[in-house]
């Protein structure tokens, strides 16, 4: 680990929202590339942000393991897809080894950030009434993190136990139950077959199909994990083979290529081989093309609807009576358990967060029209302010390269900051002809609403405003030559 070799002229403080694997990468990089001073603000009690909170049973990440982690740490895993304790015992191990730990503040939740004008500093503000001033703040809020409960009527009045997947109760009791799981998407395709040896009987309510693929996950074995621990670069050079399969899989969102055709044939093809009923095959085809939602890497969801105690509606649930789900036919199902696999909120960025900014203006008013930042890091008119995982970055293969990369760009600004007095501000100019960039790009995906293609990215002005529009190396290559074009320090009188 190297930090900066000459002394400073000013010393920079920085406030980090969030000790996920974003607050983490940020904490890395300031101490790899700068010689600043940082707070982490955590909500939860303890780190790893989503790997925190989603703990439902069958949890598991859907990218391998060699690509989800970071480039600076080699770490044994003991699976080609890590399941949850496995991150949340990475995310610490790393905390720990970088001394992160005396910096993080549990259980402290970030409501305020506003620019100060006149000391070119940032006032943050808690949920207990604490405020603190930093001269940069970086949030590393999760794009995933925000429940989204449906508005079903009768919710409320329900008699049974309910809750989301991300709030999955450690103590709840399933043995003998009905249950039912709302949502067919990568949570609920994990959860049904993590539930399904426990129930008495599960209804599965699908609105509409997915893409499916085989994840392919298992155990590495032992020589394997041998070879990735001892061997020199072994690690890495399997690192990079993913990233170089995720470029060729990448060509396949292009809907009109040929790479698109081959994925559709394959998911079909895995659905007439692995899903024994003929009606329940024809409802788990969806009738779009791949990638126009996101994929689903599952290997045991249809072998969990072939159970003769699942079964799958394929009808979307309309409301909630005291003991069971009604759905769209006016159906009435009774159950004892509803588990609500509906999603998140991920276009809501920066929810919880009232950020102000130059003239004391709201971030979320800046994007009244769209939400966008330069490269997804920075917003013109918000000096010092850095969002990792934020507009249009979602994606790339893997999200933890992503964060990397920001978490340099955010670094490396801080390291012109130490340079003398100021504060780095995005050229209005350069955002704007990096959103119609985004734009162009995604508008050649299957994920495109020209398309006709409905899904969590798009905002209520129909603006993809999540996703990445390209593997990882894309990101790279833009985030190393354009953060100082668009990211300017405006010099202030001492």
Same mark, same amino acid.
């Given at each position: 680990?190297?930090?900066?070799?000459?002394?400073?002229?000013?010393?920079?403080? @920085?406030?980090?929202?969030?000790?996920?694997?974003?607050?983490?990468?940020?904490?890395?990089?300031?101490?790899?590339?700068?010689?600043?001073?940082?707070?982490?603000?955590?909500?939860?009690?303890?780190?790893?942000? &989503?790997?925190?909170?989603?703990?439902?049973?069958?949890?598991?990440?859907?990218? +391998?393991? *060699?690509?989800?982690?970071?480039? #600076?740490?080699?770490?044994?895993?003991?699976? &080609?897809?890590?399941?949850?304790?496995?991150?949340?015992?990475?995310?610490?191990?790393?905390?720990?080894?970088?001394?992160?730990?005396?910096?993080?503040?549990?259980?402290?939740?970030?409501?305020? @950030?506003?620019?100060?004008?006149?000391?070119?500093?940032?006032?943050?503000?808690?949920?207990?009434?604490?405020? $603190?001033?930093?001269?940069?703040?970086?949030?590393?809020?999760?794009?995933?993190?925000?429940?989204?409960?449906?508005?079903?009527?009768?919710?409320?009045?329900?008699?049974?136990?309910?809750?989301?997947?991300?709030?999955?109760?450690?103590?709840?009791?399933? =043995?003998?139950?009905?249950?039912?799981?709302?949502?067919?998407? /990568? &949570?609920?395709?994990?959860?049904?077959?993590?539930?399904?040896?426990?129930?008495? /009987?599960?209804?599965? #309510?699908?609105?509409?199909?997915?893409?499916?693929?085989?994840?392919?996950?298992?155990?590495?074995?032992?020589? $394997?994990?041998?070879?990735?621990?001892?061997?020199?670069?072994?690690?890495?050079?399997?690192?990079?083979?993913?990233?170089?399969?995720? !470029?060729?899989?990448?060509?396949?969102?292009?809907?009109?290529?040929?790479?698109?055709?081959?994925?559709? $044939?394959?998911?079909?093809?895995?659905?007439? %081989?692995?899903?024994?009923?003929?009606? &329940?095959?024809?409802?788990?085809?969806?009738?779009? +093309?791949?990638?126009?939602?996101?994929?689903?890497?599952? =290997?045991? #969801?249809?072998?969990?609807?072939?159970? +003769?105690?699942?079964?799958?509606?394929?009808?979307? !649930?309309? %409301?909630?009576?005291?003991?069971?789900?009604?759905? =769209?036919?006016?159906?009435?199902?009774?159950?004892?358990?509803?588990?609500?696999?509906?999603?998140?909120?991920?276009?809501?960025?920066?929810?919880?967060?009232?950020?102000?900014?130059?003239?004391?203006?709201?971030?979320?008013?800046?994007?009244?029209?769209?939400?966008?930042?330069?490269?997804?890091?920075?917003? =013109?008119?918000?000096?010092?302010?850095?969002?990792?995982?934020?507009?249009?970055?979602?994606?790339?293969?893997?999200?933890?390269?992503?964060?990397?990369?920001?978490?340099?760009?955010?670094?490396?600004?801080?390291?012109?900051?130490? %340079?003398?007095?100021?504060?780095?501000?995005?050229?209005?100019?350069?955002?704007?002809?990096?959103?119609?960039?985004?734009?162009?790009?995604?508008?050649?995906?299957?994920?495109?609403?020209?398309?006709?293609?409905?899904?969590?990215? *798009?905002?209520?002005?129909?603006?993809?405003?999540?996703?990445?529009?390209?593997?990882?190396?894309?990101?790279?290559?833009?985030?190393?030559?354009?953060?100082?074009?668009?990211?300017?320090?405006?010099?202030?009188?001492?």
């Amino acid at each position: 680990m190297s930090t900066r070799r000459r002394v400073p002229r000013r010393t920079v403080r @920085v406030g980090i929202i969030g000790a996920g694997f974003g607050g983490i990468a940020a904490a890395i990089k300031l101490r790899q590339m700068t010689a600043a001073s940082f707070v982490i603000f955590e909500k939860s009690p303890d780190v790893g942000g &989503t790997w925190y909170d989603n703990r439902y049973p069958g949890c598991e990440v859907d990218i +391998p393991s *060699h690509a989800y982690s970071f480039s #600076f740490w080699r770490y044994d895993w003991k699976t &080609t897809h890590a399941r949850q304790p496995d991150l949340l015992k990475y995310a610490n191990e790393i905390v720990d080894h970088f001394g992160l730990r005396p910096h993080i503040r549990l259980n402290t939740a970030v409501t305020d @950030v506003v620019w100060d004008e006149a000391e070119h500093h940032y006032t943050v503000t808690t949920a207990d009434g604490d405020t $603190e001033t930093f001269d940069v703040v970086v949030s590393a809020l999760g794009l995933l993190s925000v429940p989204n409960y449906p508005d079903w009527p009768g919710l409320d009045e329900f008699e049974g136990t309910k809750f989301h997947t991300s709030r999955w109760p450690q103590d709840v009791e399933l =043995s003998g139950k009905r249950a039912a799981v709302v949502g067919t998407g /990568s &949570t609920a395709a994990q959860v049904v077959p993590g539930i399904t040896p426990e129930v008495e /009987s599960l209804l599965v #309510f699908q609105r509409e199909p997915g893409w499916v693929e085989p994840k392919k996950e298992r155990a590495f074995t032992d020589r $394997e994990r041998w070879v990735y621990k001892h061997v020199p670069g072994a690690q890495w050079l399997h690192r990079g083979y993913l990233f170089y399969q995720s !470029v060729v899989r990448f060509k396949a969102y292009d809907a009109t290529s040929h790479a698109q055709d081959r994925k559709r $044939e394959a998911c079909v093809e895995y659905i007439n %081989s692995t899903v024994t009923d003929p009606a &329940t095959r024809e409802a788990v085809t969806p009738d779009y +093309p791949w990638g126009c939602k996101r994929p689903v890497l599952a =290997s045991t #969801f249809y072998d969990a609807l072939n159970q +003769p105690h699942v079964d799958l509606v394929p009808h979307p !649930v309309t %409301s909630v009576t005291p003991t069971g789900l009604v759905d =769209s036919r006016g159906v009435q199902h009774e159950i004892d358990v509803l588990v609500m696999s509906t999603g998140f909120q991920p276009t809501r960025f920066l929810s919880n967060i009232d950020v102000r900014g130059l003239e004391k203006r709201s971030i979320h008013d800046a994007w009244a029209d769209r939400t966008s930042a330069f490269l997804g890091i920075t917003v =013109s008119g918000f000096p010092n302010f850095f969002i990792l995982y934020g507009p249009n970055t979602n994606g790339g293969f893997s999200i933890i390269a992503q964060l990397e990369r920001q978490a340099e760009v955010a670094a490396k600004a801080v390291r012109r900051l130490e %340079s003398g007095p100021g504060y780095v501000d995005t050229d209005e100019r350069m955002q704007q002809r990096w959103v119609k960039w985004i734009d162009g790009q995604i508008a050649k995906k299957a994920s495109a609403m020209e398309s006709g293609c409905r899904n969590y990215y *798009h905002s209520e002005g129909g603006k993809n405003i999540t996703q990445w529009p390209g593997a990882h190396l894309k990101y790279l290559v833009v985030t190393k030559l354009l953060h100082r074009v668009g990211i300017r320090k405006v010099s202030v009188p001492q």
